[in-house]
């Protein structure tokens, strides 16, 4: 087998997983999704490393991603949310209540013309997953974005959160060298380092 047949299976199987578990997510009922959320956001808020945050990356919820809402009417804390730009993430700020737009993706962000987050002062990273396994490893949805900016050595000492239901934590995800794992995983179920 050469070597780009062996790539191609982990990128084939990256793609039969991002949509079983997409799929699988989008088969919650509203009111499973609302609850299994809140119960995301409340081993969040249990946790000393989130309560000790000030400035945190976060994400508007997508295809039934988790809902940080709870979270995210949190005046106390400073907020940034990225913004696609090109094929990288702009990250501004964003307090409750804000106007919002719907930008590349059809994915919620904000304003382009609101103010930017200068990201040397952030303190934690919420990061969006299709699924996330036990050493921390994400799938995402495939388009790098999150895999070139925890690339950025200015991101190298944040601590990162892998955002999911428990349903799409597994064993084992297939990855490349470039998937670097992720120091935390938050699910409905349990908050842990990896």
Same mark, same amino acid.
């Given at each position: ?6 790539? #191609? ?19 919650? @009922? @509203? ?9 995301? $956001? ?17 994400? /508007? ?6 809902? #940080? ?14 913004? $696609? ?24 962000? !904000? ?17 969006? *997953?299709? *699924? $996330? ?21 200015? /991101? ?11 349903? *799409?934590?597994?064993?084992? #995800? ?6 670097? !794992?992720?120091?935390?995983? *938050? ?8």
């Amino acid at each position: 087998m050469t070597h780009n047949d062996h790539h #191609l299976t982990i990128s084939e199987e990256k793609k039969r997983l991002r949509k079983q578990y997409i799929q699988q997510r989008l088969q919650l @009922s @509203s009111s499973q999704w609302q609850l299994k959320s809140n119960h995301i $956001c409340r081993q969040l808020e249990n946790s000393s490393l989130f309560r000790q945050s000030k400035v945190i990356l976060s994400y /508007f919820t997508f295809k039934q991603e988790p809902d #940080l809402s709870l979270l995210h009417q949190k005046q106390e804390k400073k907020w940034g949310f990225p913004r $696609c730009q090109g094929k990288n993430l702009v990250w501004h700020q964003w307090q409750w209540g804000e106007k919002l737009q719907i930008g590349a993706y059809d994915i919620t962000e !904000p304003m382009a013309n609101s103010l930017l987050i200068d990201v040397t002062t952030v303190d934690l990273i919420l990061v969006p *997953a299709v *699924a $996330c396994d036990t050493l921390g490893y994400r799938l995402g949805y495939g388009g790098g974005y999150y895999d070139r900016m925890l690339e950025l050595s200015l /991101f190298h000492h944040i601590p990162t959160i892998g955002i999911i239901f428990n349903d *799409a934590y597994i064993s084992l #995800l297939p990855r490349e060298s470039w998937d670097k !794992p992720l120091n935390y995983i *938050a699910t409905d179920l349990k908050f842990f380092k990896v």
